[in-house]
């Protein structure tokens, strides 16, 4: 066997393995009809977003589930973030805030002592979590409390989708996808490889019997920490592939702010131990085999390659696009799959650099 029909051989097997996990979290049922039997709770963590807040809170507000409780964690802002929160919580009884004035240390640093602040204040059997920057479809809550009828299901994930304005929106927009795609697909199959922190719920006891954020390990990439942690204390997580409870965020504004999300990314995915090194391993020789077909002047192997790559990544995508109901992003598939092949080699020098540099806040 040639270098080239291993290097395809190996692609395709990936590609095959993560399409047949993505069809299994398709499979799981939502439902978005019958009213909530648990008590639910939603926990926002805001610094200074003034800007995206009043939306975010809008859209939640739509939800006329009259049970729910929205705790709004300011965190030590310095706009008009907290006044923001006291308009709101005026109009509606539910929202509930919580203004945090001093900086934490130790592994409630950043936005896991935010979060875990506003959890000891929630009243809820289910804690939903999410971002100030984030809109919400209405049934939303009702996917996913209703999600956790099963008493083995201790938390479920779900996809976020990137607001679209601009080619580079598009792009990020493709990256998440992918992303959530791989996440989605690995957990159906067993093997948790990340979620995305603001569509994620959690059972309050569950959250409690892993030790929460003051008992696990401190991470920039909070939600990888606690699912890796809910995982290995062996409780079920559903991680659904379904417009229903999906919810969209804004993309990074510029490449400064999108760097330094990838350097969050990629520091955070020390959780992942082994793991990780798998998808070195496959960038490692999707890399020198292109290198190799260019110093041999083999171009019609290197064509292949590049070919299975972004054909492999699309079939991966795809289907997920139609299952969010996002039919008209399509154009942008193959150009998301070009675009995250060199994600990777700003990975690569992203290693490092070690301080990582978020929302004002420098992390080690």
């Keep these: 066997m040639s270098l080239i029909d291993f290097v395809l051989l190996l692609f395709a097997a990936k590609t095959l393995i993560f399409a047949y996990g993505a069809i299994r979290s398709r499979r799981v049922r939502l439902d978005a009809d019958s009213l909530l039997t648990h008590s639910v709770s939603i926990v926002i963590p805001a610094r200074n977003e003034e800007q995206a807040l009043p939306t975010c809170l809008d859209s939640l507000l739509q939800n006329t589930d009259q049970s729910l409780e929205f705790i709004i964690v300011n965190d030590r802002s310095t706009d008009h973030t907290q006044s923001i929160i006291d308009a709101y919580s005026q109009q509606d009884s539910r929202i509930v805030s919580v203004h945090l004035m001093e900086e934490r240390e130790g592994n409630l640093r950043g936005k896991p002592g935010a979060l875990h602040e506003g959890i000891l204040r929630a009243k809820g059997d289910i804690i939903i979590m999410s971002d100030a920057d984030c809109t919400f479809p209405n049934t939303w809550t009702r996917t996913i409390g209703n999600a956790f009828l099963n008493p083995t299901v201790g938390m479920v994930a779900g996809f976020t989708t990137i607001h679209n304005k601009t080619s580079f ?21 067993g093997h948790p490889l990340g979620c995305f922190g603001n569509n994620l719920a959690i059972r309050k006891i569950v ?39 999906a919810v969209s965020t804004e993309p990074c504004p510029d490449w400064k702010s999108f760097v330094s999300q990838q350097h969050r990314w990629v520091r955070g995915s020390s959780a992942l131990g082994w793991k990780k090194y798998l998808f070195v391993f496959f960038s490692f020789v999707f890399w020198i085999s292109l290198f190799y077909t260019a110093f041999t002047n ?20 795809l289907p997920s696009l139609f299952a969010l109901k996002r039919e008209k992003n399509i154009p942008w598939v193959i150009p998301g799959m070009i675009f995250m092949i060199f994600i990777e080699i700003m990975v690569a020098f992203l290693l490092l650099k070690k301080d990582v540099h978020w929302k004002g806040q420098t992390f080690r």
């Design 207 to 245: 959250y409690d019997a892993v030790g929460g954020y003051p008992g696990i390990q401190f991470s920039v990439t909070e939600d990888l920490q606690l699912l890796t942690e809910v995982s290995h204390a062996g409780y079920q997580i559903l991680y659904p592939c379904n417009h229903a409870n």
């Design 169 to 189: 929106h598009h792009l990020q927009d493709m990256e998440w996808l992918m992303n959530h795609t791989l996440a989605s697909s690995s957990m159906s199959l």
């Design 298 to 317: 083999d171009w019609t192997g290197m064509a292949s390659i590049l070919a299975m790559r972004i054909c492999g990544d699309c079939l991966i995508v």
